[in-house]
Nanobody
Framework: VQLQASGGGLVQAGGSLRLSCAAS????????VGWFRQAPGKVREFVAA????????YDADSVKGRFTISRDNAKNTVYLQMNSLKPEDTAVYYC???????????????????WGQGTLVTVSS
């Protein structure tokens, strides 16, 4: 499966962006999809994840109440709505998918089998 992340860009603090992650070659059927981010000089960190069915969602504490993950299984696309953006949200955002992810591993990058190429989000102060 190939994942294509898009929607990044430059936004002022307090603004919003919506990232998209589209799958091709294979559907997201049965897969948990996660968003991770990596800022310069920092390790890749978990942002949010959503299961296939039921569409349970999980968010990092740093984005709770500001970011919302959702999915449209018919369109094979997962979204990350980011509101109230802060300069510390600046990073390359990656989407990833995995079919064998359990609750205790969904925040771990190495639990995911497929990764998108990343999309840059820059938040100016």
């Amino acid at each position: 499966v190939q994942l294509q992340a898009s929607g990044g860009g430059l936004v002022q603090a307090g603004g919003s962006l919506r990232l998209s992650c589209a799958a091709s070659g294979r559907t997201f059927s049965g897969s948990t999809v996660g968003w991770f981010r990596q800022a310069p000089g920092k390790v890749r960190e978990f942002v949010a994840a959503i299961r296939y069915s039921p569409r349970s969602t999980y968010d990092a504490d740093s984005v709770k109440g500001r970011f919302t993950i959702s999915r449209d299984n018919a369109k094979n696309t997962v979204y990350l709505q980011m509101n109230s953006l802060k300069p510390e949200d600046t990073a390359v955002y990656y989407c990833a998918a995995g079919s064998r992810i359990i609750l205790t591993t969904l925040t771990r990058p190495n639990a995911y089998d497929y990764w998108g190429q990343g999309t840059l989000v820059t938040v100016s102060s």
